[in-house]
């Protein structure tokens, strides 16, 4: 669910909102880099500073996981 807030907070170009909803979505259980760097329903938002800053700390945690957990 807070994913998919995010989605409309983005596609309504609120790139704060859509990234403070995207960090709800990551520490509630879904930190999925892959899908939040390639969705294109976050393009609205994808070059704000709000959006870069999120997806720029996500990247590594992501990594830890992906490598402990496969990919």
């Known amino acids: ?3 998919n807030v995010a989605c409309v907070y983005a ?3 609120n790139a704060a909102k859509g990234a ?3 960090e709800k979505t990551v ?3 879904m930190p999925s880099y892959t899908l939040f760097s390639r969705d ?3 393009d609205p938002i994808r070059r ?3 959006f870069v800053a ?4 996500l990247r590594p945690r992501w ?3 992906r490598d402990e957990f496969g990919r």
């Open 27 to 29: 520490s509630t259980g």
């Open 20 to 22: 403070e909803w995207l």
């Open 48 to 50: 704000d500073p709000a």
């Open 63 to 65: 990594e830890v996981l």
């Open 54 to 57: 999120f997806i720029n700390e």
């Open 11 to 13: 596609l309504r170009g």
């Open 40 to 42: 294109s329903h976050l």
């Open 1 to 3: 669910m807070t994913y």
